[in-house]
């Protein structure tokens, strides 16, 4: 069954600190991944997706199809990276399974 | 920017009315998702198009949801009668699926309609 793991309901870190929003997934095939981003009452934006490799906002986030993990990383957290982070494999034949989500509360 | 429509944006009714969702994909797009977002769930996927035509509705309750496509560029799903459980942000989302040889393109979210029922 498909299925995305985000262990972390709620992560608090101060500003400057370092990120990491961990997502675990389990998933037939060989999915791409996505994040997503919803900032307070908007939609669901696209942050970044696995296979363009790119920085986006500062973050970032490698595939390791060994441990099936899609973790994602900024080096310095800023207030306005305060958020719902969704993981998201795609397969293009079925929906984005979303995890939980985790809300990211960057601290002044 | 092209992007995917939903009215209303907010709904307030009372237990036992129809509600009626609406979405607009954006143009070309082939695919259409409903997802419902609670703080207890998260987002749950409801249900999904292609082509207009029905895949997946097995995430909604049968017996009071319904969502079709009318045609390409208009999505509902109706609740009737409506519950208070039914309170919740429900989101549509378009996408381009082209086939195997093709990097599979992202959904694009709507703003979602807040519904409140009393």
């Known amino acids: 069954a498909q299925r995305v793991t985000q262990p972390e309901k709620l992560l608090s870190v101060f500003k400057g600190a370092p990120v990491e929003l961990k997502c675990n997934y389990s998933?037939?095939?060989?999915?791409?991944l996505f994040w997503y981003v919803q900032y307070s009452r908007q939609r669901l934006q696209l942050l970044l997706r696995?296979?363009s490799r790119e920085s986006i906002k500062g973050f970032t986030a490698d595939l390791n199809k060994g441990e099936t993990s899609f973790h994602l990383k900024k080096p310095f957290a800023q207030e306005e990276d305060s958020a719902m982070y969704y993981c998201?494999?795609?397969?293009?034949?079925?929906?984005?399974?979303f995890g939980k989500g985790t809300r990211l509360s960057v601290i002044a | 920017d092209a992007r995917v429509t939903q009215t209303p944006r907010h709904k307030v009714t009372e237990m036992g009315q129809e509600v009626t969702m609406r979405c607009q994909p954006i143009?070309?797009?082939?695919?259409v998702f409903w997802y419902r977002q609670t703080m207890m769930q998260g987002l749950e996927l409801l249900a999904y198009?292609?082509?207009?035509?029905?895949?997946?509705d097995s995430g909604m309750p049968k017996d009071r949801f319904s969502a079709e496509m009318p045609d390409a560029t208009l999505a509902t799903l109706k609740i009737q009668p409506s519950e208070p459980r039914d309170s919740a942000v429900y989101f549509c989302?378009?996408?381009?699926?082209?086939?195997?040889?093709?990097?599979?393109?992202?959904?694009?979210f709507g703003d979602g309609t807040r519904l409140s029922i009393l």
């Open positions: 989302a378009s996408g381009l699926v082209q086939g195997a040889q093709y990097s599979n393109q992202p959904q694009h």
């Open positions: 998933y037939s095939g060989s999915p791409e």
């Open positions: 696995h296979i």
């Open positions: 998201a494999p795609y397969s293009g034949n079925t929906p984005l399974v």
């Open positions: 143009l070309g797009h082939n695919t």
């Open positions: 198009f292609r082509n207009r035509a029905p895949l997946d």
